[in-house]
Nanobody
């Protein structure tokens, strides 16, 4: 069982920045570095959507949704068993609960499919005000 805990959410003004963290513990016998990691978000009344994905190991491959491309950056710190989402130039439409998810040995071809992920965190709220 892998436990994921997100942190770093909060309130920020439009145009500001925020950095989310996702810490993994009890990686179920597998090195954390073997997990591809993703960020999803769910706004009120909306379906959950994929935001960012980072490959396993060195995290050399990343994918982003069109809505955040150029503004959000995902990175990972395997020595800390953590991944991060740096959110720049945030907009009110970025307001949502943000979740991280882990997928063992994933190549990213199905990164937007929620059922691909083995573990999910509980989420952290991000609120962007005008």
């Amino acid at each position: 069982q892998v436990q994921l805990v997100e942190s770093g959410g909060g309130s920020v003004q439009t145009g500001g920045s925020l950095r989310l963290s996702c810490a993994a513990s009890a990686t179920s016998g597998q090195s954390f570095s073997m997990y591809a990691m993703a960020w999803f978000r769910q706004a009120p009344g909306q379906e959950r959507e994929g935001v960012a994905w980072i490959s396993s190991l060195e995290g050399s491959t990343t994918f982003y949704s069109d809505s955040v491309k150029g503004r959000f950056t995902s990175s990972r710190g395997n020595h800390m068993n953590a991944v991060f989402l740096k959110m720049n130039k945030v907009k009110p439409e970025d307001t949502a609960i943000y979740y991280c998810a882990a997928d063992l040995f994933a190549d990213g071809s199905k990164w937007l499919r929620e059922d691909e992920y083995d573990y999910w965190g509980q989420g952290t709220q991000v609120t962007v005000s005008t």
